[in-house]
């Protein structure tokens, strides 16, 4: 997917070969030994690390010799499963592993064929969270709590400690029952040059205009204002823009809305992990059964928030992100930030954090020591925006099994992988690879708190340890149905983005078809049942979402260091 981390694995594909004798050895003890020592750094000690390897090496004795089949999307923590997990693993259990790299959209789809056939195309998806609605309707996923109780208990880690995970929530049904289970997860976040924000000059000028202080946004007002007050400026002898987006028609578009945009904006209702009775895709659910996303049907995919969040997307870039950003998708912008003419993103995937480009030392945006002169920080939100809403998206590409079409041994030896994947053992030195966290035992590591005072990591470290970082969460469970309705997003967006339609001639047809389609529906639980029609004013001067227009706000930032003051303080 992305071509600077051909470097990045490439780097770890040769400690790799370096690190491992080619003798092939199959002596257990020798083998985990062996892998004791690749898997350094490690948040548990190496006695810890050889009696959880021990149990692999004993639990997957059964299964030996056989052969099975995962997929994930491309991104750097995933690569290094399939180039390096998948032979430590090998020799560690004798369970070959195919682990495929395909694009997130061939996952999506993958997974609907298979529930659709009930014939196994893998035996294991990581799958993102976002579609806990669709499985739960569909009842298509493996309940873990239950399998893991009963038919999976004897090949269940006692070590795997599910409250060590970061968000298990993200995974789990209405009742509590884990049905996915996080390989990975990467926050998006707001990013920006922490030197021009530093800079005497900079703050001084932006001080003058502006009537505030230069420093992170809380709103997005001060974003825009930010935009705009370095949109133009010449810095280190190139030009410098103010935003930084995507808007190329293609599924990519979609994602850049579903993941969050909205309730950024402030279109949802408050909850957490996910707005209720209305989500950040503004559908709205009683009694766990959504009923419509139109404001006519008590909805706000077309509300004036939505439509608020629509119309800044397009005019920010338009306005002040470079002339290619239109023409770009999710994969190509994610990187172009380290070319070093940007001074802020919005919408910054920190998995892109991982790139190279964004931390060696011949950088733009790195020091002559290749520490970062960017930083990440909490989200800016929109005015409808309110205290005790989510404040951003976090993807959590999670452990998935379809459980009408994998069964048995198979299904024992795909659980096995998939707990190696995210065991103690394994996962500081996957975070190191991806920077990707899921458990708490990572963030909070002697190693990684070291490196957190050193500034490795850009602010990472730091949100995944602050009493902020469960606000960011994936689409929850109100969407019923992800691969049919995450598709009509990309559609309806572009022609806002092209000027085909208004913002709000795009989220009106994107609603109504959203409210289509649901209509269609006829799930095993919850199915959804649209509500009547009524006139957008009663459901707009209802409490909560659908939320009436609301005046401007003026800007408001906070000194970076300040907030970091408040995070380690809590």
């Known amino acids: 997917m992305l071509k600077r981390y051909v470097c990045l694995i490439a780097?770890?594909?040769?400690?790799?070969?370096?690190?491992?004798?080619?003798?092939?050895?199959?002596?257990?003890?020798?083998?985990?030994?062996?892998w004791v020592e690749f898997f350094q750094p490690c948040a548990i000690d190496k006695d810890a690390q050889r009696a959880e390897l021990k149990w692999f090496a004993e639990a997957s004795k059964p299964f030996s010799g056989m052969e099975i089949k995962s997929v994930a999307e491309g991104i750097a923590t995933h690569k290094w499963e399939s180039e390096v997990l998948t032979k430590a693993f090998f020799e560690l259990t004798g369970i070959k592993v195919t682990h495929d790299i395909i694009g997130e959209g061939e996952v999506v789809d993958r997974v609907q064929r298979q529930i659709q056939t009930n014939r196994p195309i893998y035996h294991i998806y990581v799958n993102d969270a976002d579609l806990i609605g669709t499985h739960l309707r569909a009842d298509s996923a493996l309940n873990f709590t239950e399998y893991m109780a009963g038919e999976g208990k004897?090949?269940?880690n006692p070590g795997l400690d599910l409250a060590d995970l970061l968000n298990p929530e993200f995974g789990q049904d209405y009742d509590g029952n884990q049905l996915q289970i996080?390989?990975?997860?990467?926050?998006?976040?707001?990013?920006?040059?922490?030197?021009?924000?530093?800079?005497?000059?900079?703050?001084?000028?932006?001080?003058?205009?502006y009537g505030y202080e230069l420093g992170v946004p809380i709103n997005w007002q001060a974003y825009e204002d930010i935009a705009e007050f370095f949109t133009g400026k010449e810095i280190n002898g190139q030009k410098v823009y103010g935003h930084m987006d995507y808007g190329k028609k293609s599924p990519s578009l979609g994602w850049r809305f579903t993941d969050a945009w909205l309730s950024i904006a402030g279109v949802g209702d408050k909850g957490l992990p996910n707005g209720y009775p209305v989500d950040e895709w503004g559908i709205r659910c009683e009694n766990k059964i959504p009923v419509g996303a139109c404001v006519e049907r008590g909805g706000a995919t077309n509300s004036p928030a939505a439509v608020y969040a629509t119309t800044k997307y397009v005019e920010w870039m338009k306005?002040?992100?470079?002339?290619?950003?239109a023409s770009m998708t999710w994969s190509e912008a994610g990187p172009t930030p380290a070319r070093g003419n940007i001074a802020q993103r919005v919408f910054q995937y920190i998995t892109w954090l991982a790139d190279p480009a964004f931390n060696d030392p011949s950088s733009p945006v790195t020091d002559e020591n290749g520490k970062p002169l960017w930083r990440v920080a909490p989200t800016p939100h929109g005015k409808y925006w309110d205290e005790g809403m989510k404040v951003g998206y976090q993807d959590a590409g999670s452990w998935t099994i379809l459980k009408n079409s994998v069964k048995g041994d198979e299904r024992k030896a795909a659980w096995l992988w998939a707990q190696f994947c995210i065991s103690k053992t394994v996962c500081l030195k996957k975070f190191v690879v991806g920077r990707t966290p899921i458990r708490k035992s990572t963030v909070f590591s002697d190693y990684l708190a070291k490196e957190e005072e050193k500034g490795t990591y850009g602010g990472i470290v730091t949100f995944y340890k602050s009493p902020v970082e469960h606000m960011w969460t994936d689409s929850g469970p109100n969407v019923p149905h992800y691969p049919v309705l995450a598709e009509q997003w990309w559609k309806h967006v572009a022609l806002a983005v092209t000027g085909e339609a208004t913002p709000q001639e795009a989220m009106d047809q994107l609603a109504y078809k959203m409210d289509e389609l649901m209509g269609k529906l006829r799930l095993a639980k919850y199915s959804p049942k649209l509500n009547p029609m009524k006139d957008r004013?009663?459901?707009?001067?209802?409490?909560?979402?659908?939320?009436?227009?609301?005046?401007?706000?003026?800007?408001?930032?906070?000194?970076?260091?300040?907030?970091?003051?408040?995070?380690?303080?809590?």
């Not at 780097?11 to 062996?34: C, M, N, Q, R």
């Not at 979402?545 to 003026?554: F, M």
């Open 11 to 34: 780097a770890f594909a040769l400690s790799f070969s370096l690190a491992v004798p080619a003798s092939g050895a199959t002596d257990k003890d020798a083998a985990i030994e062996k």
């Open 537 to 570: 004013e009663y459901w707009l001067n209802q409490p909560g979402s659908p939320k009436p227009e609301r005046p401007d706000e003026k800007g408001m930032t906070m000194p970076y260091d300040e907030l970091i003051k408040q995070w380690r303080g809590q």
């Open 154 to 156: 004897d090949v269940t």
């Open 319 to 325: 306005k002040y992100a470079p002339p290619y950003a």
């Open 182 to 209: 996080p390989d990975q997860q990467f926050a998006n976040l707001y990013w920006f040059r922490y030197d021009w924000f530093t800079n005497p000059q900079f703050m001084k000028e932006f001080k003058e205009r």
